[in-house]
Nanobody, 120 residues
Framework: QLVESGGGSVQAGESLRLSCVDSGYTYSSYSWGWFRQTSGEDREGVASIYTVDGSTYYADSVKGRFTISQDNAKNQLYLQMNSLEPEDSAMYYC????????????????WGQGTQVTVS
């Protein structure tokens, strides 16, 4: 089971760090990802990390501001979000078990329940 945390309400320019834990240590996942979704919109890929070599992939909208990382020993995934903008406001989801490093939501099998980020 994937559980996200770390969301909240912040001012533009501030930072947040999202965490996602695989509480069941269930997934031997090649890739993990962070996605976000606002009401009425499709789920958007934000960042992905390939556990085999640590390579990462970011959406253009967050490059240079967001950093995805992982702690394999703790089976945790992180998303450091700096210089937040109102356009970053969304529900953020972590996802697991994709075979490749991708921002395509359909490539992931498992999803958390989400954590809300609001930037004003």
């Amino acid at each position: 089971q994937l559980v996200e945390s770390g969301g909240g309400s912040v001012q533009a320019g501030e930072s947040l760090r999202l965490s996602c834990v695989d509480s069941g240590y269930t997934y031997s996942s090649y890739s993990w990802g962070w996605f976000r979704q606002t009401s009425g919109e499709d789920r958007e890929g934000v960042a992905s990390i390939y556990t085999v070599d640590g390579s990462t992939y970011y959406a253009d909208s967050v490059k240079g501001r967001f950093t995805i990382s992982q702690d394999n020993a703790k089976n945790q995934l992180y998303l450091q979000m700096n210089s937040l903008e109102p356009e970053d406001s969304a529900m953020y989801y972590c996802a697991a078990d994709a075979l490749v490093c991708t921002l395509r939501a359909s490539s992931y099998k498992y999803w958390g329940q989400g954590t809300q980020v609001t930037v004003s």
